[in-house]
């Protein structure tokens, strides 16, 4: 049975996870951006000397990967979770970023999972965004729970 306090807290603590999502996946958007901008700039310009096209691509990937992965880092860090920021400041930034760049990592992992699972029933584009989407939501819940997580209020104090 649900308590009265439950029930009171319970459409607040919704109510910021839905707009924390959202801010997330603004964030992500945005990183969508940076890839893509950095993604051509690497690939008509930084990277134009290189000789094998494979090779300048890949660099270029590689680089707006990087980019868009510090940008969203840095977007989430200062937005996202920004009430969190006194439960996280004694965490070393690259400590950090690491932790987020590996739920990135393992989100990756699970769009490839799932897209090609789901495309043995789905068009293989539907796949990806349904994968997409589910990705999402698992990077959402780890960086919520262990990259930008709130300290136990006995570590608080």
């Known amino acids: 049975?649900?308590?009265?306090?439950?029930q009171l807290t319970m459409p607040i603590i919704n109510r910021i996870y839905r707009r924390r999502f959202l801010k997330f996946c603004t964030i992500?958007?945005?990183?969508?951006?940076?890839?893509?901008?950095?993604?051509?700039l690497g690939r008509e310009y930084?990277?134009?000397?290189?000789p094998w096209p494979h090779i300048s691509l890949n660099l270029s990937l590689a680089f707006a990967v990087?980019?868009?992965?510090?940008?969203?880092?840095?977007?989430?860090?200062?937005?996202t979770w920004r009430d969190r920021?006194?439960?996280?400041?004694?965490?070393?930034?690259?400590?950090?970023?690491?932790?987020?760049?590996?739920?990135?990592?393992?989100g990756i992992a699970l769009q490839f999972i799932?897209?090609?699972?789901?495309?043995?029933?789905?068009?293989?584009?539907?796949?990806?965004l349904m994968s997409i989407v589910l990705a999402s939501i698992f990077n959402y819940l780890v960086n919520d729970r262990w990259t930008f997580c709130k300290r136990a209020k006995e570590q608080v104090e």
């Open 66 to 79: 990087l980019c868009a992965t510090i940008s969203n880092f840095a977007g989430n860090r200062h937005w």
């Open 1 to 6: 049975m649900i308590s009265t306090v439950q």
């Open 85 to 106: 920021r006194k439960d996280h400041m004694g965490k070393a930034i690259p400590l950090q970023f690491g932790q987020y760049a590996l739920a990135c990592w393992l």
């Open 46 to 50: 930084l990277f134009t000397a290189i």
């Open 114 to 128: 799932f897209t090609n699972v789901l495309a043995i029933y789905f068009y293989y584009l539907v796949a990806n």
């Open 28 to 40: 992500g958007a945005s990183g969508v951006l940076v890839n893509m901008a950095v993604l051509y």
